[in-house]
Nanobody, 124 residues
């Protein structure tokens, strides 16, 4: 079992930045590919970004490409999402997820473990 905990959410003005973190107690991320997803009120949970087990491959939703950067530190057991140029439409609860395997996937169904989420609110 992998217990994921997100942090770093908050309230920010449009155009600002936030850095989300995800940690796992007692586990190394070197065994997992990881992803970030988000869910706005009344909407489905959607893919944001994913990174392969090695960290060498990443993929982003078109809506965040060029503004968000996903990274992982296997030694520190941490996953990050650097979010720049934030927009009000980025407002959502952000979740990190882990999957056993090497490859990065966009599909929610590919992930085995999920955190509880952290709220990101971007004001206009």
């Amino acid at each position: 079992q992998v217990h994921l905990v997100e942090s770093g959410g908050g309230l920010v003005q449009a155009g600002g930045s936030l850095r989300l973190s995800c940690t796992a107690s007692g586990r190394t991320f070197s065994n997992y590919a990881m992803g970030w997803f988000r869910q706005a009120p009344g909407k489905e949970r959607e893919f944001v970004a994913t990174i392969s087990r090695s960290g060498g491959s990443t993929d982003y939703a078109d809506s965040v490409k060029g503004r968000f950067t996903i990274s992982k530190d296997n030694a520190k057991i941490a996953l990050y999402l650097q979010m720049n140029s934030l927009k009000p439409e980025d407002t959502a609860v952000y979740y990190c997820a882990a999957r056993s395997g090497s490859y990065a996937y966009r599909s929610r169904q590919s992930y085995d473990y999920w955190g509880q989420g952290t709220q990101v609110t971007v004001s206009a």
